[in-house]
C-alpha cells in the first residue's frame, strides 16, 4: 500500500520560505513624523535595508503577526532629549495596508499624553515577525534613522 501524501501546496510553500526570509534579515519597518521618512531596517544592527524584491513582497503582500514599538520625541527646557513609548502588539495577523487603523488608536493616545511644549517628533517601528524590541534597541533605530531634527547650531 502506497503512502497518502498531501498536495503540493505552492501558496504555503512561498509564505513559508518569505516569512523564514524576514526573520533572517530581521527586517522591521519605520515611519518617522513630521518628516515622513519611511523604510526598512534592521531591527538587531539598526543599519538601513535596501529591500530585494522577495523581502519586499514578503512584508507588502502578506499579512502577519506585528509587533509596533510607538515613540514621542520630547525635548525640555534645558535640551535634554527624551522618549516616552507603548509597545503594542495586536490580536490577530494584519496586513499592511489594516495596520494604519489598528495603530492609529494607540498612536494619538501617546501622543495626547505628551507634553506638547516638549514634543519634537514621533515615529513608529513595526516588526512583522513579532520579534519585540527593548527601549535600547528602539533608541539606536530612530537615531539611526535620523528620527531627531537636527539641532540648529548656536551662533
Partial sequence: MSKVRKP???RARLERASRAALRQSKIAVYNIDPIGRQGLCNWSTA???RPSRHVADAIFDMSHQW???ISAFCEDQAGRRYYKSVEIAPNG???TDALAGVLDEHYRALLDSCNPVHLVGSGWIANPC???LSEEQAARIFEAVKAWPEQEAAA
Fill in 67 to 69: 509587533v509596533i514599538y
Fill in 93 to 95: 495577523i494584519y496586513h
Fill in 8 to 10: 503540493n501546496n505552492n
Fill in 130 to 132: 513579532g520579534q519585540s
Fill in 47 to 49: 543599519a538601513k535595508y
